[in-house]
């Protein structure tokens, strides 16, 4: 069964920036919708950022302006690129994929789902 893993997180200051990466345990194809999500102490897990397999994007509203989502197709590692970052972003960021049958979640209007995600890798923004 294919893994995401997840690195880059850590301890920033606000109006810092950190690169979170997301790397599959094995080769998946470029027909995957993979994004990011994160869950903060005490609150649901929310959709940040969504890629299609077409690179077609979508954001938070949070944080459109100061995250971009890409991907390198060459490898199929997912990147977030997390820029001005404020105390509000402090969360544990989890990547996200459709790499299994169970149902999908659609989020942030994109025109994919995901519905397997990995361990995470916390992030800390501190004021």
């Known amino acids: 069964q294919v893994q995401l893993v997840e690195s880059g997180g850590g301890p920033v200051q606000a109006g810092g920036s950190l690169r979170l990466s997301c790397t599959p345990s094995q080769y998946i194809s470029n027909s995957y919708c993979m994004g990011w999500f994160r869950q903060a102490p005490g609150k649901e897990r929310e959709g940040v950022a969504i890629i299609d397999a077409d690179g077609a994007t979508s954001y938070a509203e949070s944080v459109k302006g100061r995250f971009t989502v890409s991907k390198d197709k060459a490898t199929n590692t997912l990147y977030l690129q997390m820029n001005s970052l404020k105390p509000e972003d402090t969360a544990m960021y989890y990547c996200?994929?459709?790499?299994?049958?169970?149902?999908?979640?659609?989020?942030?209007?994109?025109?994919?789902?995901?519905?397997?995600w990995g361990q995470g890798t916390q992030v800390t923004v501190s004021s």
């Open positions: 996200a994929s459709d790499l299994s049958d169970g149902p999908l979640v659609v989020v942030l209007g994109a025109e994919c789902g995901v519905n397997t």
